[in-house]
């Protein structure tokens, strides 16, 4: 009977194999990542399409009360140009007060406080 004898693997095999191992590591977790990336950016654009039919929805409503509205103004016995004037009044309003929401949120820069950090500035005090 013949005994068969292991032989241990070399330094070479050694370093080879652990590489081999690293790469499918590495290559496992990118295929994760891209996945991961994929399914993401599915569900944005679902979410980005039921935004955009909630705002479509929105905007019809918005426009059956100022129809509305002007309907009851005149039924109240203002005139179609009273009527109509003090709703795009109303609109110019609702706009304003819009935009001025939109420019204090556009005045603080993205990455504001990763910038301050990296450049050792104290944090703002809070508003």
């Known amino acids: 009977m013949e005994t068969a004898t292991r032989r241990t693997p070399g330094l070479g095999e050694v370093i080879g194999r652990l590489l081999g191992e690293g790469r ?20 944005l654009a679902w979410i980005l399409g039921a935004v ?10 918005w426009m059956g009360l100022v129809a509305a509205s002007i309907v009851f103004a005149w039924g109240r016995g203002a005139s179609w140009p009273i009527a109509l004037g003090i709703a795009a009044l109303f609109n110019l309003v609702a706009a304003a007060v819009l935009g001025w929401f939109t420019l204090r949120l556009a005045k603080e820069l993205p990455f504001t406080a990763l910038l301050r950090q990296l450049r050792g500035r104290d944090p703002e005090p809070p508003q």
């Open 24 to 43: 499918q590591l590495v290559a496992d977790y990118a295929e994760l990542g891209i996945l991961d990336a994929r399914r993401a950016a599915i569900r």
């Open 52 to 61: 955009l039919v909630a705002a479509v929805l929105v905007v019809t409503s």
